[in-house]
């Protein structure tokens, strides 16, 4: 029993964390139509920037995943700019596949600096806390803190400041935004800064936990893609509530799959969802 | 010299094939499929395993194979068949990955991540070497040239017509009679067939395969070859698979002017140089070098 | 017994009934106009009937088949086709094919004979092929039938909607606002189309916001209102009720 | 000069197809100006082009004197030119109030008065003021969308097909509304298929015809002209 609630324990804290990046992409997907599947080289940049920014400058975690935030943000906007858009011209579906010729590009400018080599973050050393016979390390509160405070700042941006509604707007009806004054190309820049910032901030978490390489991105573009289409893709509330089922179901099933089958469980996720609900759990573009 | 065109040959009709299944989904159904290579690594287990442990002749180890991945593309598009084009990505890209991992890990099955060596070709061992080659690039030839021919057919058929209807809009083709799913899985199942025969000729070809082969970035060259030749045309299809082999065997130059380089870093290198490609094509040139052509019918 | 008769039909889309029990009946050899006011679910009634979205409860039954819940393949070759409000078709296929594509019983539409060539499969080709040129050519398309469908101008469009559905060689129409954005000349032609195919033997079921089309060409008329049948009989008759000019069709044709 | 002077203006949705073969149009402050012709005209096609959704390959669009050709629509949106395009006119899964808000988005100034101002006027609006576009009716949507375009407090409002797809009851109320608007000063030019009521209340149309002008006049005499009564009114 206590097995069964510490893994419910750390699929809560895994699917946190996942519902960042999975935000991330929902975010881009309302706005600009298409799977961007840049997100995941771009999560293990901004694990890297993180990473040099710890290791490198010495910054704390939370400041280093800030530097990540950044990085990734604006290798976002300005690999859409040049890559992406021109491209969405000749249709989403060619849009979605220049995207994964673009992560394995940037993959690779990754590797041909860094290596190959397993990394990890300068973390000080600390004893997990223990409550009614759990653990819980303290990398991972501060992990699970950072990941509900981005949270809780896409969810106010998007309901109560201009530019989120603008960004709602332009999700909704980009033809009558453009004729209302929103500007698109200004919403698509920060949709893409914002969500892929977001992809890095998910990509050094999840590097804090074990370590980082340059596939980290990639591992986990299975699992955030089955948070985002769990949830219904376009839709941020149903992210994180896709991120939530997913952390939890990866765990669970370590008590009847080996360890390298947890990121199947999300395709597996994936298939079920589609097939019995096919705008997921919570409805397409619900917000 | 010689060996090293016929080899190259060799990958380009291997390609070429891959490049005619991928444009019978994508091309004609307009169905995407992001993980052409995982259709491919099953071809490539099911032949090697059912000739090398069970020691089956080699051509039931191709139809197995080609029967084997078809079906898994039935299963596969039974449950994508509803879905848009976006949705089709992520299930295939996802697909793909998990045929990996279990790949990597079914220890038992696929010897892991160590892969599968030995696997029999025909007349391997009999001839010399270069014969061998020789032999194996007319077989594969010949394999391409009758896919080529019934693709061919089946373009200008009635068959091909529903496909590309359902490509532009899928409830109607439904309203005028078609029952759409039973096609889109047809068509599914037969590119995914085809894509497994790829993988055993691949396995049969090389004598060793392993997870390692069956990379996403397989899944690119195809996607490369199709858009670079022109999506929805067969002979687009395949001088767009030549195009590429020579592009991939070009890029093994970078080594010469970027000396001091370690393996690493040009192995990264040239697949950003193959992603550049591929970007640029859809960026300047989407309809390919030998675009789909509309038939001209009014006249008796 | 009617060709078309729907007796319950009930549909809604998360929780909000776009059909709450129609009960209807299309007499073979009839235009039967079918009006409402918007968001009467007429158009989700044509949906149901052709199989595009399944019915939750009632039946529909047409030419002594139950058609419940069948696929829209099934129901297209049972001779029941349908058009669509906005033109909608295959913007990559050319006029011809098009029209080829609603062909029935082609042979070449299964895989083997495809593969092969089968001459049953060039046979059906041929015969399809004469059967689409006269109806290009009574539909006045038959200059632009090796133009890619996209090219064609909106009138064009809806003109190419009617002879595919022709092509299927049916039993009973349903039409889907084919004069909405058409310019009166063009859909006083339509009109004389629709006509000249009832002398044919076919049948048709209108959905129209034009009353004037309605008025002179539907008989009866079914006026839908709230996902419910609410009158049915000849225009003047229907207009001439209380209920329905309070429902639907404001002071101007009560007069 | 008027307040919107079109001259010859030519535009397409592509570099070889001409919707619009030179085209003159002219608005006054103040009137009702209905746009009539047969399907493929080009009638919507200018609209789009003064609202600048599509650039002229030729000719000048004025708005009080200043120059707006070649302008994006976001510019011209700050100018006091309101589009309102035929369909999905409104957000349709944002509340009515964030519509109204995003119909004001070029100046926030002032923005909760104006929302308050137009659900008063409008109490059907304020009624549902929470409630997602989507679930509005097809003329309560129509109004939502001619609300969200007097949050700029425009000069011109540019309408098109207003009345597409509405019940005649709908209809007339929306007729009712724009003449509501128009006696507030607001000028409006509407393109309709429904050229009974159009020229009904308009004071003056223009009649184009394959992309080129055909007639105008006062509305009410084009509608008593017997080729205008056989051609459009289908009479």
């Not at chain 2, 078809?70 to 089709?88: F, H, I, N």
């Not at chain 2, 697909?95 to 599968?116: H, K, P, Q």
């Not at chain 2, 060596?117 to 009758?146: C, D, H, K, M």
């Amino acid at each position: 029993m206590t097995e069964i609630a510490q893994l419910v324990l750390n699929g809560i804290i895994a699917g946190t964390i996942l519902a960042v990046p999975a935000i991330g992409i929902t975010a881009i997907y309302a706005v600009l139509r298409f799977p961007n599947f840049a997100v995941s080289s771009i999560a293990t940049m901004g694990a890297f920037a993180g990473y040099v920014a710890n290791v490198s400058f010495g910054l704390p975690a939370a400041a280093a995943i800030l530097v990540g935030f950044l990085l990734a943000g604006l290798v976002g906007v300005v690999s859409d700019e040049i890559v992406l858009k021109p491209i969405r011209r000749n249709g989403l579906l060619a849009a979605a596949i220049a995207s994964v010729a673009l992560t394995l590009a940037l993959e690779n400018v990754v590797r041909f600096f860094f290596g190959n080599d397993l990394r990890s973050y300068d973390l000080p050393i600390a004893r997990d806390w223990r409550f009614l016979g759990l653990r819980i390390g303290p990398q991972q509160v501060e992990n699970l803190a950072i990941a509900l405070i981005a949270m809780a700042a896409v969810f106010l941006f998007l309901a109560f400041t201009r530019m989120g509604k603008a960004m709602r707007a332009v999700a909704d009806n980009p033809m009558l935004a453009d004729i209302k004054g929103i500007n698109a190309d200004t919403v698509a820049r920060i949709v893409n800064f914002a969500g892929m910032g977001l992809a890095g901030i998910g990509g050094m978490l999840i590097g804090l936990d074990t370590s980082i390489d340059p596939l980290t991105g990639f591992r986990a573009i299975l699992s955030i893609f089955a948070a985002a289409v769990l949830g219904g893709l376009g839709s941020v509330p149903g992210a994180v509530v896709g991120a939530l089922t997913i952390g939890i179901a990866e765990e669970l099933s370590l008590l009847i799959l080996a360890p390298p089958y947890r990121s199947a469980v999300g395709f597996v996720a994936i298939l079920l969802v589609l097939t019995l609900r096919p705008r997921g759990i919570l409805g397409e573009r619900a917000y | 010299m010689t060996d090293y065109l016929v080899a190259m040959l060799t990958f380009a009709a291997l390609y070429g094939l891959m490049s005619l299944a991928l444009n019978l989904v994508w091309g004609m159904a307009g169905m995407i499929n992001l993980g052409l290579v995982g259709f491919f690594a099953l071809g490539g287990y099911a032949s090697a395993l059912l000739t090398h442990r069970f020691g089956l002749p080699i051509p039931v180890g191709l139809a197995a194979a080609f029967l084997f991945a078809g079906a898994c593309g039935v299963v596969v598009a039974l449950v994508t068949a509803r879905l848009r084009g976006d949705y089709l990505a992520i299930v295939t890209l996802g697909f793909a990955e998990v045929v990996r991992i279990i790949a990597s890990n079914e220890i038992w099955l696929t010897n892991g991540t160590d892969g599968i060596s030995g696997i029999p070709g025909p007349l391997r061992g009999e001839v010399p070497p270069a014969t061998f080659n020789l032999v194996y690039l007319l077989i594969v030839l010949a394999v391409v040239a009758i896919a080529f021919f019934l693709l061919q057919n089946l373009r200008h058929s009635p068959f091909g017509r529903v496909l590309r209807a359902i490509r532009d809009d899928d409830q109607v083709a439904a309203v005028a009679g078609k029952w759409v799913i039973a096609f889109k899985i047809e068509a599914f199942a037969i590119s995914s067939g085809m894509l497994g025969l790829a993988g055993a000729l691949y396995g049969h070809y090389t004598s060793y395969i392993a997870p390692d082969a069956f990379v996403p970035l397989v899944t690119i060259y195809i996607v490369l070859a199709l858009s670079a030749g022109g999506t929805g045309s067969n002979l687009g299809a395949l001088c767009g698979a030549l195009l590429i082999v020579f592009f991939q065997e070009g890029t093994r130059f970078i080594a010469a002017w970027a000396p001091g380089l370690g393996a690493v870093q040009l192995a990264a290198l040239r697949e950003i140089a193959i992603s550049a490609t591929l970007i640029l094509i859809l960026r300047f040139r989407p309809q390919g070098l030998l675009p789909e052509k509309l038939p001209r019918l009014a006249k008796r | 017994m009617a060709l078309l008769e729907i007796t319950g039909l009930r549909r809604s889309f998360y929780g909000i009934a776009a059909l709450s029990g129609v009960d209807l009946a299309v007499e073979s050899g009839s235009i039967t106009g079918l009006i409402g006011p918007n968001g009467a679910g007429k158009t989700t009634l044509f949906n149901c009937v052709s199989g595009i979205v399944p019915p939750q409860g009632g039946r529909v039954v047409f030419d002594g088949a139950d058609i419940t819940g069948w696929r829209p393949d099934r129901i297209a070759r049972r001779g029941l086709v349908r058009t669509f409000q906005i033109a909608r078709g295959f913007p990559g296929l050319t006029v011809m094919e098009n029209l080829l594509l609603y062909g029935p019983d082609q042979p070449g539409e299964r895989l083997l004979p495809a593969l092969c060539r089968l001459p049953a499969a060039r046979r059906r080709e041929e015969e399809l092929r004469e059967r689409a040129r006269a109806i290009a050519a009574r539909l006045a398309l038959d200059r632009v039938l090796d133009n890619p469908a996209s090219a064609l101008s909106g009138g064009q469009k809806k003109l190419l909607e009617i002879g595919r559905a022709l092509m299927t060689e049916p039993k009973l129409v349903l039409l889907d606002e084919p004069i909405a954005g058409v310019n009166p000349a063009l859909a006083e032609e339509i009109g004389a189309h629709l006509r000249r195919l009832l002398a044919d033997g076919l049948t048709f079921l209108v959905i129209e916001h034009h009353m004037d089309m309605i008025a002179r060409l539907c008989h009866p008329v079914i006026v839908m209102a709230e996902g419910r049948t609410l009158a049915q009989g000849s225009f003047a008759e229907i207009a001439a009720r209380g209920e329905v000019q309070e429902a639907y069709m404001g002071r101007r044709w009560a007069s | 000069m008027g307040l919107l002077s079109v001259a010859g203006v030519v535009a397409g949705y592509s570099a070889a197809d001409e919707i619009l073969k030179g085209v003159d149009l002219d608005v006054e402050a103040g009137e009702i100006v209905a746009i009539i012709g047969p399907n493929g005209a080009g009638k919507s096609t200018l609209l789009k082009t003064v609202a600048g959704l599509l650039r002229p390959k030729a000719g000048t669009i004025a708005l009080g004197g200043q120059r707006i050709d070649g302008r994006p629509a976001r510019e011209i949106s700050t100018l006091g030119l309101a589009f309102v395009p035929q369909e999905a006119n409104v957000f349709a899964r944002m509340s009515v109030a964030e519509n109204l808000e995003m119909g004001g988005y070029v100046d926030p100034r002032g923005a909760k008065h104006k929302i308050a101002a137009l659900l008063e006027r409008f109490p059907m609006l304020a009624e549902k003021r929470r409630q997602a576009a989507r679930t509005l009716s097809g003329g309560q949507r129509q109004i939502l969308a001619m609300a969200m375009a007097l949050m700029v407090e425009p000069r011109i409002l540019l309408l098109d097909e207003p009345s597409a797809g509405l019940s005649p009851v709908a209809a007339e109320q929306l007729f009712a509304t724009i003449r509501a608007i128009n006696r507030e000063g607001v000028a409006i030019a509407m393109v309709e298929q429904n050229a009974h009521e159009a020229l009904a209340i308009a004071h003056r149309a223009f009649i184009l015809v394959d992309g080129r002008n055909s007639r105008s006049g006062a509305g009410a005499a084009l509608a008593a002209d017997p080729e205008v009564k056989r051609l459009f009114l289908g009479a």
